[in-house]
């Protein structure tokens, strides 16, 4: 089945030590985009790629910083981790970028930071 | 400014019953997309139901159907025979494009409890 893979599901990571999170995804798609998720709250949107166009949001931290080498894999780096980047985070694919296309997530990577 | 609001934070259900989850939105641009997603506790996303703003009927998905109000901007989820496994939090998002790219905005979420 087509789907959009995460890894790993849990990362435990220490206070400043980088990390990566990865997505890969067997759709052939487009756009590759990366969100945010604290507990009890709305997903958040840090970036996305469309093909090898990278579109940051405006609020999206300098610590988080993202790699699409080819159309299958994305990466999401975190350089300098905090207490308050403990989050999941969500990879999540859409064909193109158009109004109305439908983006659908992986299971998501969840973070903690000691 | 493009928002969307659910206001019931949590909603309990009888299972085999039907409920609704509300979802107002807010948007100037005539052409939109308006999703409803199902976030189980192990936190994958799942895509449930689209309704496009120019779309004249109400989407529907087996179980799942959306009341699409164009003019109250509402576009509330029906889930018709409660089952435990909806037991889940169910986001409402809206699609718009912003900087010439696709965009979700999502809502706050409501929690679903399916009771047996």
């Known amino acids: 089945d087509a789907m959009v893979i995460q890894n790993p599901r849990y990362q435990v990571t220490q206070f400043g030590k980088p990390v990566t999170l990865s997505c890969s995804q067997t759709l052939n798609h487009n756009v590759m985009y990366w969100y945010q998720q604290k507990s009890s709250q709305a997903p958040k949107l840090l970036f996305h790629?469309?093909?090898?166009?990278?579109?940051n949001e405006a609020d999206t931290p300098d610590n988080f910083q993202s790699r699409r080498p080819n159309t299958s894999f994305c990466f999401l780096d975190i350089r300098s981790p905090g207490l308050g980047d403990a989050a999941m985070y969500l990879c999540?694919?859409?064909?193109?970028?158009?109004?109305?296309?439908?983006?659908?997530f992986g299971p998501g990577t969840r973070l903690l930071v000691l | 400014a493009q928002k969307i609001t659910q206001t019931q934070p949590g909603m309990f259900v009888q299972e085999k019953e039907a409920v609704t989850l509300d979802c107002t939105y807010d948007?100037?641009?005539?052409?939109?997309?308006l999703f409803w997603y199902k976030q189980p506790s192990s936190g994958e996303m799942i895509f449930l139901i689209y309704?496009?703003?120019?779309?004249?009927q109400n989407a529907t998905e087996g179980r799942y159907s959306l009341n699409f109000q164009k003019a109250r901007k509402s576009a509330n989820l029906v889930i018709s025979a409660s089952q435990l496994g909806d037991s889940a939090m169910y986001f409402c998002?809206?699609?718009?494009?912003?900087?010439?790219?696709?965009?979700?905005?999502f809502g706050a979420g409501t929690r679903l409890a399916v009771h047996p």
């Open positions: 790629y469309y093909d090898k166009d990278f579109n």
């Open positions: 998002a809206m699609s718009v494009v912003s900087g010439g790219y696709n965009k979700l905005i």
């Open positions: 999540a694919t859409s064909r193109d970028p158009q109004v109305g296309e439908t983006q659908y």
């Open positions: 309704q496009g703003s120019y779309d004249q």
């Open positions: 948007t100037s641009d005539p052409s939109y997309g």
